[in-house]
């Protein structure tokens, strides 16, 4: 059945001339005999027009006509027509979807593609034209697309098409377009580009603002506020809102349908509330007590979950299912429950509305569809169910009933599910069913929103991961699927190649747009699996193109990523990486590699905020020393910080985290030679001029030439370092100790000299560094007992220290190396630096019982180094509890690291890098440099003995040999170690491990077995006699470990 009410004074009740009677509103009642007969599907509802769709596709159209908008010619005279009739110019298309503006229409065919007429001044028709216009005529600008939704604001339109894509056009004075506010009316359908990328559900229209719905329930609203009926928050309130925001009042209540009014809007949810907001003159808000309250508010006193809304310009309908009640409220009556009711009139209005009650006649028959215009109403209703069950008297109602809801009946846009991949997998070659086919998938993997789409997560499942909203384990396994068949696979390929990622919303600015990025990820896997072109790529140089806050809601989402899935994306973009290496000196090819590198840091920095969900191992690229080398990149890195020539070309050093240590080492080393035999040749060339020019002065020494006795080593360093001029700093070392023959030409003497000068230093009696607790590594005294200046001097040693490769064992912290490059140090280091207090303060962050203050009686005072400290004024006023404990942890630890020692470890970084660039030690991060500077004690013999290179008569199935290996794995740790001091001048492994240890055993005619082993230092090399008994060598190697100090040679 049909049903129909309001005031129909132009005829739009279609009720002839007894509807129309003006100022004769009509009560509830069935709708026209012959548009019963023929059946009513939908109805479209304008301010004084009504269009009607039938079941076989025609539409008829009755009321006003004074702009054309019933499609048809009315008799000469006439400007409104009060019977309906059928719109001949539509009879050859089969429409399925009908849309009024004030005084405007819109209908699509099967085929989607868009008709319009009727008013047309600001271009709401959408055909180029600002006019009105009479017979239907198809939308060209929307040719291109199928069109699954259309509605009408009182002067715009929008489409959603089946591809995810939404079209506005028409007037945009207060911005309904929602494409921003340079043109105030456009006569040719547009793009709503802010949209793009998120899966739509619905769009909506009221008076002059817009609003769309994402399958998630996100609702985006644009156009007038004038009487907030967007929802936004009023923070910030503005009149005209030009392009779509998420309404964050919304976002949490499931939408699932959105009505629009003149100047208000209501939303129903999917527990069946309504909320409303806007304009609310005429009572259209269900606001049951008057309220100064703005934004989404629920009705709370409508009695049942609602299935059905619809909002008319000032009014609002809703059908409760469970209760075959229809409630209206707004402009009109107000009485509700009421088979009858006494017409009223609103303040201010002289029209009125008829109540629609739960009339008994429509108990057994739910209603099925509800449509508001602004003075009248429709109603249709389904087939009376098969039940022997009294409605009246039961809660049992039929599941139509039930699930008879508004979104039900909206089209949606393309997505993939099981039933489209199954005919999908089994079309044959050449068939029809294969051609359409093609078709589906070129349309889902061309649109982000699809794609998106097809994997989207459960509403409920996003209560607790908002950023992650698709189902990325599905996608890989469809993905997996879908690919193996090869036309399935070059089809996807093709799509996605040359449509989506061309077109990425990569300056949307909502998070539902970005989704597809991730899935992108995966479909890439999935195509390299069947050595299909990567996406990588082109994906690379589109998230070039993002904007800021886009490219932050992408790394928002990559934040929250499983491990698995961002690993994979790493790797995908690695490979890319790798691809492009041989074109490494084609400097036109080898540009392409700088957008994958980009992303490559991006994930990079995403990685370290997460806290390292990857080790950073993850992103090394090992392939890069194996194709390039490393000096060349050096040397670009060096154009391109100094803005020399060729400053342009590609180097690897601006993105570091790609290289692994040993890489970062060499190059870091690589920088230091260079700076030095640069000094030399500048030396060699000054003195050449000078003999060519007769000059007897020779140019300055370009060595640094540190002269000390043994018995005063630190003395006499410090007095040296504060004298030198700091070129002299970078020039190569050179030690020479006082009383001692000169061995300038190996190095080992300077292994030597660092290792005394540390030793001494770091010593608790030399009061230069305090110790936490036993074993603990050192820190920074907050009352130094040694002058400031050491601290200054002490950061040049050890700049120096690394600047001539040298590794010794200095006992400082990881968080010292933060320090060093700007970090800032954390809880884990302090439970390194002292693991009793960092365990304390461990144990007051997880504290969660109410009784803190009480049971731990702490306060912001604390005691270090032997000093009590106010964290905060008057700090130990101040108890710690459950609500500033996590301030009082992070304050504690940043005064141990930072305010009490900011003096002297500022001249300690002073010193630190006045020998070393610190460019170049960005290089690495905190690990890795502290790693490179004091080595670790991960200790593999057996991979040491292996790599061990011999010369003379040696081999390793010597004798000699197989009997200085059984002794020596029978050592002890300690005398292990006294070995690795005795024979390379350290007890520490290099950085990359025991694998870069090369001991080279020699033979040498010059020993017998009477003589202890003798070693060099700077080349690893053990000068090893032929002794012949396994006794004899024991008590020989013991000898020269023992006297290891000064390289055995006593």
Known sequence: MFYCWGEGASGQLGLGE???????????????????????????????????????????????NVRSQLGRRLPAGRHHSPVPEQIQALETQTIVHISCGKEHSLAICSNGKVFSWGAGTFGQLGTGELKDRLIPKNINGLSTCKIIQVVCGHDHSMALAKDGRVFSWGQNFHGQLGIGKEVSSHGQPQHVSALAGIPLAQVAAGGAHSFALSLLGVAYGWGRNNAQQLGLSQSD??????????????????????????????????????????????????????????GPQRVDWIGGPVSLLACGSYHTLAYIAASSELISFGRGCSERKTASCKQEETQDFNITLTPFPALAELLDVPVKQIFAGTYVNFASTAQPPVCSVDLRKSDLIPKYTNGACCADTLPKISQVDRALIKKWKSATAESETRQRAKREIEMIFSSAACLTASFLKPRSALENDHCILVDLQKARDLFCELTKKDWIAGRVSFSLLNHLIPSLPVTSPHQEAFSCFLLLTECSAALEAQNLQSLALPLAKAFGGMSRRASDLLEKCWLSLPVPFFDITVQMFKKAVVSLLPYYYTHALFLEVVPALEVLQKLYKVNKKAGWKLPMTSFYIDDITQKINLFDDLARWHSWIENLPFSYLVNFCRYPF??????????????????????????????????????????????????????????????????????????????????????????????????????????????????????????????????????????????????????????????????????????????????VLGKSLQAVLDYERDDMEAELQLCYNVS??????????????????????????????????????????????????????????????????????????????????????YWGMYSPTHPTVKMFWQVFHELTLADKKGFLLF????????????????LTIHSHKALSEDHIPEAQTCYSLLLLPPYSTIGRLKEKLLQAIEHNRGFGKQ
């Open 658 to 835: 790609v290289l692994n240590l040993a890489s970062k080492m060499q190059l870091f080393y690589l920088d230091s030679t260079s700076l030095q035999e640069c000094i030399k040749g500048e030396a060699q060339q000054m003195l050449a001029c000078n003999r060519l020019k007769r000059v007897d002065e020779y140019p300055k020494l370009p060595f640094f030439l540190l002269r000390v006795r043994r018995h005063h080593l630190l003395e006499d360093t410090f007095q040296k370092l504060s004298q030198v001029d700091d070129a002299s700093l970078k020039m190569q070392l050179l030690i020479q100790f006082d009383g001692e023959v000169d061995r300038h030409e190996g190095g080992g003497i300077v292994l030597e000299f660092f290792m005394y000068a540390f030793e001494e230093m770091i010593q608790p009696d030399y009061e230069m560094f305090t110790y936490c607790e036993k074993n603990s590594p050192m820190w920074f005294p907050t009352r130094p007992s040694a002058e400031v200046k050491k601290y200054y001097l002490f950061g040049i040693l050890y700049g120096m220290c690394l600047f001539n490769r040298v590794i010794v064992y200095v006992p400082f912290p990881l968080a010292a190396f933060k320090k060093l490059m700007g970090k800032k140090p954390s809880l884990d280091d302090l439970k390194e630096l002292s693991p």
């Open 983 to 998: 024979v390379s001048g350290t007890d520490r492994v290099p950085a990359m491990g025991m694998d870069y240890m090369k």
């Open 864 to 949: 270090w180094d032997n000093t009590d400290v106010d964290l905060i004024p008057n700090g130990r006023s101040v108890a710690v509890n459950k609500a500033n404990k996590k301030d009082f942890v992070s304050k504690y630890v940043d005064y141990i690291f930072n305010k009490s020692v900011e003096g002297v470890f500022e001249e300690f970084k002073r010193g630190f890098y006045k020998v070393l660039d610190r460019r170049v030690i960005d290089f690495f991060e905190p690990q890795e440099l502290m790693d490179m500077a004091v080595g670790h004690a991960n200790y593999d013999w057996d991979v040491y003995e292996k790599n061990t290179i």
């Open 237 to 294: 309130p503005k009149e005209q809102v030009f392009k779509p925001h998420s309404v964050a009042a919304l976002r949490n209540l499931n939408v699932t349908y959105i009505s629009c009014g003149a100047e208000h809007t209501a939303v129903l949810t999917q527990d069946g509330s309504i909320f409303t907001f806007g304009g609310d003159s005429a009572g259209q808000l269900g606001r049951s007590s008057p309220t100064q309250k703005t």
């Open 18 to 64: 007894e509807g129309a009677a003006e100022g004769a509103p009509v009560p509830f009642r069935p709708g026209p005999a012959a548009l019963s007969r023929r059946g009513v599907t939908f109805v479209a509802c304008g301010e004084r027009h009504t269009l009607l769709l039938h079941p076989d596709g025609g539409v008829s159209s009755c009321g006003d």
